[in-house]
Nanobody, 125 residues
Framework: QVQLVESGGGSVQAGGSLRLSCSAS????????MGWFRQSPGREREFVAA????????YYTDSVKGRFTISRGNAKNTVYLQMNGMKPEDTAVYYC??????????????????WGQGTQVTVSS
């Protein structure tokens, strides 16, 4: 199993920044990539960004391109989501998830993966 724990959420004003962290432990050697998702009340879960554990491959949904940056630590156990220029519509619970699939740029690749418990991000106008 893989255990994922998110941290770094909080409240920020529009235009501000936050950095989320996702710490992974357990059988991480079987994981191919990590993704960040978000969900706000009344809305469907949205696939935000993803990164392979090796190589330079990343994915971003259009609404966060140029504002969010996903990165990973040197060891295969931490993934970050740097969020700049934040907007009220970024308000959501943010989750990290892993996938063993090479199709890490597709949300469906994470359906059978491990998920964290989520961290709340609130952006006020």
């Amino acid at each position: 199993q893989v255990q994922l724990v998110e941290s770094g959420g909080g409240s920020v004003q529009a235009g501000g920044s936050l950095r989320l962290s996702c710490s992974a432990s357990g059988r991480t050697f079987s994981s191919y990539a990590m993704g960040w998702f978000r969900q706000s009340p009344g809305r469907e879960r949205e696939f935000v960004a993803a990164i392979r554990w090796s190589g330079s491959g990343t994915y971003y949904t259009d609404s966060v391109k140029g504002r969010f940056t996903i990165s990973r630590g040197n060891a295969k156990n931490t993934v970050y989501l740097q969020m700049n220029g934040m907007k009220p519509e970024d308000t959501a619970v943010y989750y990290c998830a892993d996938t063993q699939s090479i199709y890490y740029g597709s949300a469906s690749a994470y359906e059978n993966g491990y998920w964290g418990q989520g961290t709340q991000v609130t952006v006020s106008s």
